[in-house]
């Protein structure tokens, strides 16, 4: 069962798509934090999804959040993916042990061995305050990520 709204949010440390070490706790008294859970890179419909995160970057960076996707790709696939699809933000490698932080958050698909489709909005304390997740194989839609992040600024507010 995937975490709820207004729990703490669990601490990680993934490597992105350079290789670099990326801790969630690193964010907190700094910026919240929009964590994108996808199955896997180089998929038709991920690849869609976060085309259209890309796209609509200055969404999350008018509320100054930082945007972090997440798959059970290895950080080389990563890197090469975004290279191709042009992606400006963090990519993580939750790769070994194998969907760990998955498993953290309860979205992974234990029968698929990935992650399903799921958001979690952190806000600068750590604690999840916007979440929302899609049925297998249905994409997210902008509208759902403008409606969380609404729910986190007011929850800042």
């Keep these: 069962m995937a975490l709820e709204n207004d729990t703490t949010a669990p601490d990680f440390e993934l490597a992105n798509q350079f290789g ?4 969630l706790g690193e964010f907190r008294g700094k910026k919240p934090v929009a964590l994108v859970f ?7 419909t991920c690849t869609t999804e976060l085309c259209d995160l890309r796209d609509n970057l200055s969404l999350f960076k008018a509320e100054g959040v930082e945007l972090i996707g997440i798959s059970v790709d290895s950080k080389a696939a990563l890197r090469a993916w975004a290279e191709q699809q042009g992606y400006d933000f963090t ?3 939750d790769f070994w042990p194998h969907g760990a932080v998955a498993k953290e958050y309860g979205v992974f698909l234990e029968e698929k061995g990935f992650a399903n489709r799921a958001t979690f909005l952190v806000d600068i304390d750590g604690i999840i305050r916007s979440s929302f997740i899609t049925a297998p194989g249905q994409p ?4 759902e990520y403008k409606a969380a992040l609404a729910e986190l600024h007011s929850a800042r507010v």
């Design 91 to 93: 990519l993580l490698a």
């Design 20 to 23: 670099e070490h990326i801790r």
């Design 140 to 143: 997210r839609s902008i509208e």
């Design 38 to 44: 996808f199955p896997l890179a180089f998929s038709s």
